[in-house]
Protein backbone atom coordinates (compact mmCIF):
# COMPACT_ATOMS: atom_id res chain seq x y z
CA UNK A 1 0.00 0.00 0.00
CA UNK A 2 1.26 3.55 -0.57
CA UNK A 3 1.51 6.69 1.33
CA UNK A 4 -1.09 7.89 0.38
CA UNK A 5 -3.70 4.95 -0.05
CA UNK A 6 -2.64 4.55 3.72
CA UNK A 7 -3.34 8.06 4.80
CA UNK A 8 -6.82 7.81 2.72
CA UNK A 9 -7.61 4.46 4.20
CA UNK A 10 -7.10 5.83 7.93
CA UNK A 11 -8.62 8.88 6.85
CA UNK A 12 -12.09 6.89 6.44
CA UNK A 13 -10.98 4.18 9.38
CA UNK A 14 -10.85 7.37 11.50
CA UNK A 15 -13.92 9.03 10.54
CA UNK A 16 -15.66 5.57 11.48
CA UNK A 17 -14.74 5.25 14.92
CA UNK A 18 -15.76 8.95 15.40
CA UNK A 19 -19.15 8.40 13.89
CA UNK A 20 -19.31 4.85 16.06
CA UNK A 21 -17.86 6.80 19.47
CA UNK A 22 -20.53 9.63 18.95
CA UNK A 23 -23.74 7.35 17.61
CA UNK A 24 -24.51 5.96 21.00
CA UNK A 25 -24.44 9.03 22.89
CA UNK A 26 -26.38 10.43 20.44
CA UNK A 27 -29.13 7.76 20.62
CA UNK A 28 -29.13 8.33 24.59
CA UNK A 29 -28.82 11.96 25.51
CA UNK A 30 -32.61 11.81 23.27
CA UNK A 31 -35.12 10.99 25.48
CA UNK A 32 -38.75 10.62 23.53
CA UNK A 33 -42.09 9.89 25.79
CA UNK A 34 -44.17 7.12 25.58
CA UNK A 35 -46.94 6.59 27.67
CA UNK A 36 -48.46 3.43 28.05
CA UNK A 37 -51.81 2.81 29.51
CA UNK A 38 -53.17 -0.50 29.72
CA UNK A 39 -56.31 -2.40 30.85
CA UNK A 40 -55.06 -4.93 32.93
CA UNK A 41 -54.57 -4.15 36.87
CA UNK A 42 -51.08 -3.56 38.12
CA UNK A 43 -48.66 -7.02 38.69
CA UNK A 44 -51.27 -9.46 37.44
CA UNK A 45 -49.65 -12.36 36.72
CA UNK A 46 -49.33 -12.90 32.69
CA UNK A 47 -51.83 -10.00 31.41
CA UNK A 48 -50.30 -7.23 33.71
CA UNK A 49 -46.65 -8.79 34.19
CA UNK A 50 -46.50 -9.44 30.44
CA UNK A 51 -47.39 -5.89 29.45
CA UNK A 52 -45.03 -4.57 32.23
CA UNK A 53 -42.14 -6.14 30.52
CA UNK A 54 -42.65 -5.36 26.99
CA UNK A 55 -42.90 -1.80 28.11
CA UNK A 56 -39.66 -2.06 30.02
CA UNK A 57 -38.16 -4.27 27.17
CA UNK A 58 -38.94 -1.34 24.33
CA UNK A 59 -36.84 0.93 26.55
CA UNK A 60 -33.76 -1.53 27.02
CA UNK A 61 -33.88 -2.25 22.78
CA UNK A 62 -33.86 1.20 22.01
CA UNK A 63 -31.15 1.75 24.62
CA UNK A 64 -33.48 4.89 26.81
CA UNK A 65 -34.35 6.44 23.21
CA UNK A 66 -37.78 5.72 24.33
CA UNK A 67 -38.73 7.24 28.16
CA UNK A 68 -41.10 4.58 28.47
CA UNK A 69 -43.97 5.03 31.36
CA UNK A 70 -46.69 2.35 32.07
CA UNK A 71 -49.67 2.87 33.71
CA UNK A 72 -51.74 -0.02 34.64
CA UNK A 73 -55.45 0.27 34.24
CA UNK A 74 -57.02 3.37 36.57
CA UNK A 75 -53.82 4.64 37.21
CA UNK A 76 -54.24 7.70 33.89
CA UNK A 77 -57.18 6.62 32.48
CA UNK A 78 -59.90 3.47 32.71
CA UNK A 79 -59.09 0.52 31.37
CA UNK A 80 -61.41 0.93 28.72
CA UNK A 81 -60.84 4.48 27.67
CA UNK A 82 -57.33 2.92 26.38
CA UNK A 83 -58.49 3.04 23.75
CA UNK A 84 -59.30 6.69 23.04
CA UNK A 85 -56.36 7.97 25.02
CA UNK A 86 -54.37 6.42 22.25
CA UNK A 87 -56.18 6.91 19.18
CA UNK A 88 -56.41 10.94 20.42
CA UNK A 89 -52.68 11.35 21.34
CA UNK A 90 -53.12 11.71 24.90
CA UNK A 91 -51.14 8.77 25.35
CA UNK A 92 -48.79 6.63 22.93
CA UNK A 93 -49.81 3.19 23.24
CA UNK A 94 -52.15 0.81 25.11
CA UNK A 95 -51.68 -2.70 25.78
CA UNK A 96 -54.95 -4.76 25.48
CA UNK A 97 -57.26 -7.24 24.04
CA UNK A 98 -58.81 -5.16 20.89
CA UNK A 99 -61.93 -7.24 21.28
CA UNK A 100 -63.12 -4.32 23.68
CA UNK A 101 -63.29 -1.87 21.06
CA UNK A 102 -65.98 -4.16 18.97
CA UNK A 103 -68.67 -1.31 19.75
CA UNK A 104 -66.24 1.30 17.11
CA UNK A 105 -65.95 -1.81 14.83
CA UNK A 106 -66.75 -5.38 14.78
CA UNK A 107 -64.18 -6.54 12.97
CA UNK A 108 -61.52 -5.47 16.21
CA UNK A 109 -62.92 -8.63 17.61
CA UNK A 110 -60.86 -11.11 15.19
CA UNK A 111 -57.85 -9.41 16.23
CA UNK A 112 -58.21 -10.92 20.02
CA UNK A 113 -60.64 -13.94 19.46
CA UNK A 114 -64.02 -15.34 17.97
CA UNK A 115 -66.06 -17.78 19.46
CA UNK A 116 -64.74 -21.23 17.36
CA UNK A 117 -61.72 -19.15 16.36
CA UNK A 118 -58.42 -19.63 16.06
CA UNK A 119 -56.16 -21.00 18.24
CA UNK A 120 -52.34 -19.36 19.05
CA UNK A 121 -50.79 -21.04 16.47
CA UNK A 122 -53.12 -20.64 13.68
CA UNK A 123 -53.88 -16.98 14.84
CA UNK A 124 -49.82 -16.22 14.47
CA UNK A 125 -50.12 -17.73 10.67
CA UNK A 126 -52.86 -16.06 9.93
CA UNK A 127 -51.60 -12.67 10.83
CA UNK A 128 -48.05 -12.71 9.64
CA UNK A 129 -48.58 -15.23 6.31
CA UNK A 130 -52.59 -15.11 4.97
CA UNK A 131 -53.33 -11.62 5.13
CA UNK A 132 -54.64 -10.76 8.65
CA UNK A 133 -51.79 -8.59 10.16
CA UNK A 134 -52.83 -6.57 6.52
CA UNK A 135 -56.87 -6.90 7.63
CA UNK A 136 -55.40 -5.40 10.74
CA UNK A 137 -53.06 -2.35 9.59
CA UNK A 138 -56.48 -1.41 7.72
CA UNK A 139 -59.20 -1.71 10.82
CA UNK A 140 -57.00 0.55 12.70
CA UNK A 141 -55.64 2.81 10.07
CA UNK A 142 -59.08 4.19 10.33
CA UNK A 143 -58.96 5.14 14.18
CA UNK A 144 -55.13 6.27 13.31
CA UNK A 145 -53.53 3.16 14.96
CA UNK A 146 -51.04 0.91 14.26
CA UNK A 147 -51.35 -2.31 15.99
CA UNK A 148 -49.22 -5.48 16.16
CA UNK A 149 -49.60 -8.85 18.30
CA UNK A 150 -47.88 -8.36 21.67
CA UNK A 151 -49.39 -11.53 23.75
CA UNK A 152 -51.68 -14.38 23.85
CA UNK A 153 -52.99 -16.25 26.37
CA UNK A 154 -53.98 -19.40 24.58
CA UNK A 155 -57.34 -21.65 24.99
CA UNK A 156 -59.46 -19.79 27.96
CA UNK A 157 -61.73 -21.73 30.58
CA UNK A 158 -65.45 -21.68 30.07
CA UNK A 159 -65.74 -19.82 33.17
CA UNK A 160 -66.84 -19.51 36.54
CA UNK A 161 -70.20 -20.78 37.61
CA UNK A 162 -72.87 -20.94 41.02
CA UNK A 163 -74.79 -23.60 39.31
CA UNK A 164 -73.79 -26.46 37.03
CA UNK A 165 -74.57 -26.03 33.11
CA UNK A 166 -76.56 -29.19 32.34
CA UNK A 167 -78.28 -27.41 28.85
CA UNK A 168 -77.99 -24.34 27.04
CA UNK A 169 -81.14 -23.35 28.91
CA UNK A 170 -79.33 -22.99 31.76
CA UNK A 171 -77.96 -19.97 30.47
CA UNK A 172 -81.36 -17.85 30.46
CA UNK A 173 -81.48 -15.25 33.11
CA UNK A 174 -77.63 -15.41 34.28
CA UNK A 175 -75.93 -12.28 34.64
CA UNK A 176 -72.14 -12.98 33.39
CA UNK A 177 -69.37 -11.16 32.98
CA UNK A 178 -68.17 -11.84 29.41
CA UNK A 179 -67.03 -9.42 26.95
CA UNK A 180 -66.35 -9.26 23.16
CA UNK A 181 -68.22 -11.75 20.34
CA UNK A 182 -68.45 -14.30 22.94
CA UNK A 183 -70.69 -12.01 25.27
CA UNK A 184 -72.73 -11.75 22.52
CA UNK A 185 -72.81 -15.41 21.52
CA UNK A 186 -74.48 -15.85 25.42
CA UNK A 187 -76.47 -12.76 25.24
CA UNK A 188 -78.12 -15.01 21.94
CA UNK A 189 -78.66 -18.07 24.56
CA UNK A 190 -80.68 -15.44 26.87
CA UNK A 191 -77.72 -14.33 28.91
CA UNK A 192 -77.02 -11.21 30.49
CA UNK A 193 -74.09 -9.86 29.92
CA UNK A 194 -72.00 -7.48 31.76
CA UNK A 195 -68.63 -5.53 30.54
CA UNK A 196 -66.11 -5.29 33.57
CA UNK A 197 -62.62 -4.89 33.19
CA UNK A 198 -60.62 -7.44 34.90
CA UNK A 199 -60.00 -5.48 38.26
CA UNK A 200 -63.76 -5.07 38.92
CA UNK A 201 -65.27 -8.82 38.79
CA UNK A 202 -64.07 -10.40 41.75
CA UNK A 203 -66.42 -7.67 43.44
CA UNK A 204 -69.20 -7.82 41.39
CA UNK A 205 -68.96 -12.14 41.42
CA UNK A 206 -68.65 -11.92 45.56
CA UNK A 207 -71.38 -9.56 46.06
CA UNK A 208 -74.03 -11.07 43.62
CA UNK A 209 -74.20 -8.62 41.39
CA UNK A 210 -73.44 -11.19 38.43
CA UNK A 211 -73.63 -15.05 38.57
CA UNK A 212 -70.97 -16.01 36.61
CA UNK A 213 -67.64 -14.58 35.54
CA UNK A 214 -65.23 -16.08 32.50
CA UNK A 215 -61.39 -14.20 32.85
CA UNK A 216 -58.80 -16.03 31.36
CA UNK A 217 -57.52 -19.41 32.89
CA UNK A 218 -56.54 -20.92 36.19
CA UNK A 219 -52.94 -18.53 36.76
CA UNK A 220 -54.39 -15.61 36.14
CA UNK A 221 -57.88 -16.50 37.88
CA UNK A 222 -56.01 -18.07 40.65
CA UNK A 223 -54.76 -14.67 41.99
CA UNK A 224 -57.86 -13.39 41.40
CA UNK A 225 -59.20 -15.27 43.79
CA UNK A 226 -62.64 -16.44 42.13
CA UNK A 227 -62.88 -19.41 43.34
CA UNK A 228 -63.76 -17.33 47.03
CA UNK A 229 -67.72 -16.67 44.82
CA UNK A 230 -67.99 -19.81 42.41
CA UNK A 231 -66.93 -23.41 42.52
CA UNK A 232 -68.13 -24.89 39.54
CA UNK A 233 -65.05 -24.23 36.71
CA UNK A 234 -66.08 -25.14 33.20
CA UNK A 235 -64.05 -26.28 30.42
CA UNK A 236 -63.22 -25.81 26.90
CA UNK A 237 -64.02 -22.47 26.56
CA UNK A 238 -65.52 -21.63 23.18
CA UNK A 239 -65.36 -17.66 23.83
CA UNK A 240 -61.38 -17.37 23.18
CA UNK A 241 -59.45 -20.23 21.46
CA UNK A 242 -56.83 -18.28 21.39
CA UNK A 243 -56.73 -14.27 22.79
CA UNK A 244 -53.82 -12.47 20.99
CA UNK A 245 -53.13 -9.17 23.08
CA UNK A 246 -52.15 -6.43 21.09
CA UNK A 247 -50.18 -3.16 21.58
CA UNK A 248 -51.59 -0.37 20.02
CA UNK A 249 -49.58 2.74 19.20
CA UNK A 250 -50.72 6.43 17.87
CA UNK A 251 -49.85 5.77 14.07
CA UNK A 252 -48.71 9.74 13.54
CA UNK A 253 -46.56 8.97 16.54
CA UNK A 254 -44.95 5.69 15.30
CA UNK A 255 -44.35 6.56 12.06
CA UNK A 256 -42.57 9.82 13.31
CA UNK A 257 -40.06 7.62 14.40
CA UNK A 258 -37.20 6.41 13.35
CA UNK A 259 -37.15 3.37 11.48
CA UNK A 260 -34.87 1.89 13.66
CA UNK A 261 -37.07 2.31 16.62
CA UNK A 262 -40.23 0.88 14.61
CA UNK A 263 -38.85 -2.30 13.81
CA UNK A 264 -37.54 -2.29 17.44
CA UNK A 265 -40.62 -2.24 18.60
CA UNK A 266 -42.14 -4.66 16.38
CA UNK A 267 -39.72 -6.99 17.54
CA UNK A 268 -40.26 -6.10 20.91
CA UNK A 269 -44.28 -6.88 20.61
CA UNK A 270 -42.96 -10.49 18.46
CA UNK A 271 -40.94 -11.30 21.12
CA UNK A 272 -43.74 -11.23 23.75
CA UNK A 273 -46.30 -12.23 21.91
CA UNK A 274 -44.09 -15.62 22.47
CA UNK A 275 -43.24 -15.38 25.85
CA UNK A 276 -46.42 -14.72 27.59
CA UNK A 277 -47.94 -17.60 25.52
CA UNK A 278 -45.17 -20.03 27.10
CA UNK A 279 -45.77 -18.59 30.58
CA UNK A 280 -49.26 -18.96 30.44
CA UNK A 281 -48.89 -22.80 28.90
CA UNK A 282 -46.36 -23.18 32.25
CA UNK A 283 -48.50 -22.10 34.91
CA UNK A 284 -52.03 -22.82 33.87
CA UNK A 285 -52.00 -26.50 34.90
CA UNK A 286 -49.86 -25.86 38.32
CA UNK A 287 -52.73 -23.71 39.00
CA UNK A 288 -54.87 -25.50 38.25
CA UNK A 289 -54.16 -28.15 40.06
CA UNK A 290 -53.92 -25.81 43.18
CA UNK A 291 -57.81 -24.39 42.65
CA UNK A 292 -59.14 -27.98 42.97
CA UNK A 293 -56.46 -29.29 46.01
CA UNK A 294 -56.17 -25.94 48.08
CA UNK A 295 -59.99 -24.59 47.19
CA UNK A 296 -62.37 -27.65 45.93
CA UNK A 297 -62.76 -26.02 42.61
CA UNK A 298 -65.19 -28.27 41.02
CA UNK A 299 -63.98 -28.74 37.35
CA UNK A 300 -67.05 -29.51 34.88
CA UNK A 301 -67.11 -29.96 31.03
CA UNK A 302 -69.53 -28.52 28.81
CA UNK A 303 -71.69 -31.13 27.25
CA UNK A 304 -72.42 -31.87 23.70
CA UNK A 305 -75.64 -30.35 23.88
CA UNK A 306 -74.03 -26.79 25.38
CA UNK A 307 -71.68 -26.83 22.56
CA UNK A 308 -73.92 -27.33 19.75
CA UNK A 309 -76.01 -24.70 21.40
CA UNK A 310 -72.76 -22.56 21.43
CA UNK A 311 -72.45 -23.15 18.16
CA UNK A 312 -76.07 -21.98 16.88
CA UNK A 313 -75.53 -18.82 19.08
CA UNK A 314 -72.17 -18.30 17.44
CA UNK A 315 -73.27 -18.34 13.78
CA UNK A 316 -75.97 -15.74 14.69
CA UNK A 317 -73.76 -13.73 15.91
CA UNK A 318 -71.20 -13.74 12.52
CA UNK A 319 -74.10 -13.68 10.62
CA UNK A 320 -74.51 -9.93 11.96
CA UNK A 321 -71.07 -8.79 11.88
CA UNK A 322 -70.75 -9.45 8.18
CA UNK A 323 -73.71 -7.23 7.60
CA UNK A 324 -71.61 -4.48 9.10
CA UNK A 325 -69.33 -3.11 6.56
CA UNK A 326 -67.17 -4.34 3.56
CA UNK A 327 -63.95 -4.54 6.20
CA UNK A 328 -66.15 -6.63 8.22
CA UNK A 329 -67.15 -9.23 5.38
CA UNK A 330 -63.36 -9.54 4.36
CA UNK A 331 -61.99 -9.94 7.72
CA UNK A 332 -64.75 -12.82 8.80
CA UNK A 333 -64.09 -14.59 5.42
CA UNK A 334 -60.16 -14.26 5.69
CA UNK A 335 -60.26 -15.65 9.07
CA UNK A 336 -62.75 -18.12 7.70
CA UNK A 337 -60.53 -19.14 5.15
CA UNK A 338 -57.33 -19.24 7.78
CA UNK A 339 -59.62 -21.48 9.74
CA UNK A 340 -59.72 -24.29 7.19
CA UNK A 341 -56.83 -24.20 5.84
CA UNK A 342 -54.15 -24.67 9.33
CA UNK A 343 -57.20 -26.15 10.99
CA UNK A 344 -57.10 -28.91 8.23
CA UNK A 345 -53.57 -29.65 8.76
CA UNK A 346 -53.74 -29.14 12.68
CA UNK A 347 -56.42 -31.79 12.28
CA UNK A 348 -53.49 -34.05 10.67
CA UNK A 349 -50.65 -33.29 12.68
CA UNK A 350 -51.02 -31.85 16.07
CA UNK A 351 -54.61 -33.43 17.36
CA UNK A 352 -54.03 -37.04 16.49
CA UNK A 353 -50.70 -36.78 17.89
CA UNK A 354 -51.55 -35.47 21.38
CA UNK A 355 -54.77 -37.96 21.20
CA UNK A 356 -52.18 -40.76 20.48
CA UNK A 357 -49.25 -39.76 22.87
CA UNK A 358 -52.12 -39.96 25.39
CA UNK A 359 -53.54 -43.15 24.59
CA UNK A 360 -49.90 -44.67 24.25
CA UNK A 361 -48.62 -42.82 27.37
CA UNK A 362 -52.11 -43.65 29.71
CA UNK A 363 -52.39 -39.85 29.78
CA UNK A 364 -56.14 -38.97 28.99
Known amino acids: MDRRSFLRTSALGGSAVAAASLATPAITQTRVPMVVVTTWPRDLPGLGTGAQRLAKRIEELTDGYLAVEYYAAGERVGAFDSFDAVASGN ?66 MGGWFNKEINDPEDFKGLKMRIPGPGGDMMAKLGTSVVSLPGGQIYENLVSGTIDAAEWVGPWNDWFLKFYEAAKFYYWPGVHEPGSTLSMGFNKSWFTSQPKWVQL ?101
Open 91 to 156: AQAYHAADYYWKGKHPAWSYFTAVPFGLTYVEQNAWLHHMGGQQLWDELADGFGLKCFAAGNTGLQ
Open 264 to 364: VIEAACTEENDKMMAEFNANNGLYLQRLIRDHGVQLRRFNEDVYDGFGEAAEAVFEEVVQHSDLARRTHESFLAARAAVGGWMNLSDVPYILERNRVLGLD
